[in-house]
């Protein structure tokens, strides 16, 4: 027997009796006549003491020549300590060690096992397993399954069965590029990785399962963005025989759970917003609504006088910043630069400080007066110590200018707290998306999601213009789930397939299953995806996914621990029919 007792489990009331303890070597503090050591595990830390006078002297030196990160077994008794130390739960006690087995020995860990580390991200990750013994990423694993498993407990509360859906399978639509595997037994044929379980979901439906969700791994190969893993985690849920609100109600339901289950947050309702509302007030489609600071879309006071800039932009748009008088000119420049930078991409702000005894001074007092000031300020709600910042141009550029600054100014005002919460659902988007690149209209959602009731016979005559039953749920400026009620007929989901571009024969190749199975009886039927990696992030009150994940990919999608991607040898190569031909 390895141990009678964990690390963590020790108390004064244990005084007397005699333990095995197996862990980690901490630290040992060798004062010649007497050693301490600390030992770790998963469950916590426990002081271990040898003595001149009461240990053997063989174990006495055994014990001075521990390293750290050394795995041992200990036999002894516990007593209570002549100093308590009353941070650790352990704290009262010690053992006085009679036994001493080393496990294993340690080579000098490359960095610190601390709460706060000296290891660099890449030395971490290249020793990840050294990583996750230390608290923040253990506790962080540790916060996730108590996630993954509360979704488990209330979904299967209500019924549903989690199903497994099958890794090897063909491109599916979620809008990124596939990963492929290439088949041995069917020579130039590849399987494709799911970028998510979607027609199966959809196919268990027809197969009257009713209620599915499934704790799954979703594959997109995409240029990772920040924060953006090219595997990770869907909790992928679908219902037959429900409507929107049903959906809506549901996973309300779960978000809900799991606030009070592991924050223990109490939310109300989760308001609602139109999409269109969404990019009006926020300039996104995920608003983090914990704070104001909504825009005044400000045409209609402030074209048609003599401010050029104005005048040519389709949209002019401002924010109220909270106290934003206090920023000195230099300030204010700094947030000029700010907006200027090529990731945010504005021309140019126009400001307009809201003074305490009621007048305006903006940066462009030539071409407005204070009645016309005045009207920015009506509009985009500012007081007085308030400072207006307005952007102008393109709409939906300008939109997403004035979001990123919305969200830098609340992040810098302490506006975005990590322990309040305020989710919201999106609802009505846009159907089709126009794409820049290839030049044509793209599922907003995916090709499978259906138009708003009665918009069907839009689609040719306005195809941007068509709504989906489509929604997302946002959680503090995060989507933290996105889905919609389907298609769930042939002559519609071809319709919806000819308006994306796909040929008959296309549609037939790639969606033929699905259209195929939309004849024996597919019931109406609907879901939703959640992402589980970012709804842990937020749960635990951080903003980066890679601290849940045990193993994380880099950015440039490398896992450095195993050194994956890698070649493979000719002979492999050969057995999948395949040849090379690499551009560098
Ligand atoms: N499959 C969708 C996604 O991954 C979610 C859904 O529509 O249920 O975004």
Known sequence: MYRSHTC?????????????????????????????????????????YFD??????????????????????????????????????????????????????????????EDKTDGGDDLRMKYRYLDIRRNPVKESLIFRHKVAQAVRNYLSNEGFIEVETPYLIKSTPEGARDFVVPSRMNEGQFYALP????????????????????IVKCFRD?????????????I???????EQEDILNTFEGLTRHLLKEINGVEVDKFPRMLYDDAMRLYGNDKPDIRFGMEFGELNAVAQHKDFNVFNSAELVVGIAVPGGNTYTRKEIDKLIDWVKRPQVGALGMVYCRCNDDGTYKSSVDKFYNQDDLAKWAEVTGAKAGDLI???????NKVRAQLSALRMELAERLGLRKPDEFAPLWVMDFPLLEWDEDTERYHAMHHPFTSPKPGQLELLDAKPGEVKANAYDLVLNGNEIGGGSIRIHDKATQAIMLKHLGFSEEEARAQFGFLMDAFEYGAPPHGGIAFGLDRLVAILGGQETIRDFIAFPKNNSGRDVMIDAPAPIDDEQLTELSLKLNLKS
């Open 8 to 48: 963590g489990e020790l108390r004064a009331t244990h005084t007397n009796t005699e333990v095995t303890l197996s862990g980690w070597v901490q630290g040992v503090r060798d004062k010649g006549f007497m050693v301490y050591v600390d030992l770790r595990d998963r469950y916590g830390i426990t002081q271990l």
């Open 195 to 214: 970028q998510s379980p979607q027609t199966f979901k959809q196919l268990l439906m027809v197969g009257g399962m009713d209620k599915y969700f499934q």
């Open 236 to 242: 992928d849920c679908e219902m037959a025989f429900v």
């Open 222 to 234: 995409e240029d990772l963005r920040a924060d953006r893993q090219p595997e990770f985690t869907q």
């Open 52 to 113: 001149e006078e009461q240990t053997a002297k063989d174990i006495l030196e055994k014990s001075q020549k521990l390293g750290r990160e050394f795995v041992i077994q200990v036999k002894g008794k516990v007593q209570e300590r002549a100093s308590k130390n009353p941070n650790i739960p352990t704290g009262e006690i010690e053992v006085l060690v009679s036994e001493l087995v080393i496990l294993n020995g340690s080579k000098t860990p490359p960095f610190t096992i």
């Open 389 to 395: 910042c307005v952007l102008s141009g393109e709409t």
